[in-house]
T-cell receptor
Framework: DTEVTQTPKHLVMGMTNKKSLKCEQH?????MYWYKQKAKKPPELMFV???????INESVPSRFSPECPNSSLLNLHLHALQPEDSALYLC??????????????FGPGTRLLVL | AQSVTQLGSHVSVSEGALVLLRCNYS??????LFWYVQYPNQGLQLLLK??????LVKGINGFEAEFKKSETSFHLTKPSAHMSDAAEYFC???????????FGTGTRLKVLA
């Protein structure tokens, strides 16, 4: 099973709201990712958690706050977002392969609209 | 630095025709290469990957890709296109020593009836 789940599927929020995105995987992967994807563009990396510690922050504005409560769960807390933050937010988990190599498995995404 | 180039942002083929989506990479070390497919308003689904070993890689939905080191290419093919293949396709390389992928800009495949 290579399933990554994300909730909610769709989210509409005002610029003063606080909301959270949730991502779960039960594949035993120890690295999890948040990506932002705008229309007709490839995903842009935002954050990487490895062994529940933040290992990469791609200079993301502080209105996005990631959290990794345990190895299966990843949250993205949103506060005071701007309309330009409207996008598809993708979560992924990383499988390390014996003998080298790795593979990322993506969730279905959360479509966020900021009004 | 590693990079990925996908030639052709839009590709149209007739149903039943050969699908060829091009991907070239640059890497100073042996790369790990991936093809993902994305249907509208969905996440990325892994089609196939090359890590080590056999250079011809078979994936899901009848797709395959061949790793050619001499040409620094990893083109995606399917012998006969189906209407359901219409989607966005991304080639990616795993950046060595990091947890990052480098994605190509994507190719939108259109299948004509």
């Amino acid at each position: 099973d290579t399933e990554v789940t994300q909730t909610p599927k769709h989210l509409v929020m005002g610029m003063t709201n606080k909301k959270s995105l949730k991502c779960e995987q039960h594949m035993g992967h120890r690295a999890m990712y948040w990506y932002k994807q705008k229309a007709k563009k490839p995903p842009e990396l935002m954050f990487v958690y490895s062994y529940e510690k933040l290992s990469i922050n791609e200079s993301v504005p502080s209105r996005f706050s990631p959290e990794c409560p345990n190895s299966s769960l990843l949250n993205l807390h949103l506060h005071a977002l701007q309309p330009e933050d409207s996008a598809l937010y993708l979560c992924a988990s990383r499988q390390e392969l014996a003998g080298g190599g790795e593979t990322q498995y993506f969730g279905p995404g959360t479509r966020l609209l900021v009004l | 630095a590693q990079s990925v180039t996908q030639l052709g942002s839009h590709v149209s083929v007739s149903e039943g025709a050969l699908v060829l989506l091009r991907c070239n990479y640059s890497s100073s070390v042996p790369p790990y290469l991936f093809w993902y497919v994305q249907y509208p308003n969905q996440g990325l689904q892994l089609l196939l990957k090359y890590t080590t070993g056999a250079t011809l890689v078979k994936g899901i939905n009848g797709f395959e890709a061949e790793f050619k080191k001499s040409e620094t290419s990893f083109h995606l093919t399917k012998p006969s296109a189906h209407m359901s293949d219409a989607a966005e396709y991304f080639c990616a390389v795993s950046e060595s020593g990091t947890y990052k992928y480098i994605f190509g800009t994507g190719t939108r495949l259109k299948v004509l009836a």
